[in-house]
């Protein structure tokens, strides 16, 4: 069984920067696309950025230039960096973890608990 766990998250004035992590357990991290969603309660989950095995990146159009996805595949940890915040980048951040193509399995599916971040001054 995989756990993903995010953390980084936090209360931070218009204009700061936070760096999420997301650390995975087991052997298929590596294997793996990592995705980072938002969800305000009460509207459907948004795709922030992803990066796949091979290290090519997506980004919503609303974080491009701002947000930068990477992962390190020696700690199992991938990280949003988030800079130049602003109040509706306010939500709660998930982890997700798919390998189900790469693996061949639907089973390879997992999500994290998900790491507040608040803009506000």
């Known amino acids: 069984q995989v756990q993903v766990v995010e953390s980084g998250g936090g209360l931070v004035q218009p204009g700061g920067s936070l760096r999420l992590s997301c650390v995975a357990s087991?052997?298929?991290?590596?294997?793996?696309?990592m995705t980072w969603y938002r969800r305000f309660p009460g509207h459907a989950r948004e795709l922030v950025a992803s990066?796949?095995?091979?290290?090519?990146?997506t980004y919503s159009q609303a974080m491009a230039g701002r947000f930068t996805i990477s992962r390190d595949n020696a700690r199992n940890t991938v990280y949003l960096q988030m800079n130049n915040l602003k109040p509706e980048d306010t939500d709660v951040y998930y982890c997700?973890?798919?390998?189900?193509?790469?693996?061949?399995?639907?089973?390879?599916?997992?999500w994290g608990q998900g790491t507040q971040v608040t803009v506000s001054s």
């Open positions: 990066i796949t095995d091979s290290g090519a990146t």
């Open positions: 087991g052997s298929i991290f590596s294997s793996a696309v």
């Open positions: 997700n973890l798919d390998a189900r193509a790469q693996l061949g399995s639907s089973n390879y599916y997992y």
